[in-house]
């Protein structure tokens, strides 16, 4: 007898953990949410329709959609869920007119002229081994020439 008490209490037990609370803890956020909608929040509602808040009231909220400024009223519980707070939106904006600017380290005076050899010398550098590249490519190979000119080659 005490068994079975024992083994209905633990599926009852089973089912408040794995199923009640965690569905209630669901719809406490769901109506945070809700409770927190602002005017400009971009929303998703429950029917896939995506837009901007334009006004609330307390029930309901109108949604902006399209570039045509199509408006159409919802039911505060026809939101599904916030793509992008209002304020979020507002401070996306001012950084894209506020760019951070990089600041350059300064190069000193002195080191100008030197940086300027270098990548003088450093394009000669590579000019030079391009025309030793194409030199050596455009010479004949070494079967190929009569034994006159094998035998000036090798002397050289």
Known sequence: ??????????????????GI???????????????NLMVGDEVTTIGGIIGKIVSIKEETF??????????????????????VRAEDAKAAREAAKNPPVEEK?????EDKPALKTDRLKKAKAEKKASAEDVAIADA???EDLP??????????
Do not use: C, G, S
């Open 62 to 83: 109108v949604l902006e959609t399209t570039r045509d400024h199509t408006r159409i009223r919802f039911l505060k519980t026809a939101v599904r869920n916030v793509d």
């Open 1 to 18: 007898m005490w068994t079975t008490i024992l083994m209905i209490a633990a599926v009852v037990a089973v089912f408040y953990f794995f």
């Open 21 to 35: 609370r965690p569905q209630k803890k669901q719809e406490r956020a769901a109506a945070e949410m809700r409770n």
């Open 140 to 142: 004949p190979a070494a």
């Open 105 to 109: 380290p300064a190069v000193a005076a």
């Open 147 to 156: 034994e006159a000119e094998k035998t000036e080659n090798q002397e050289v």
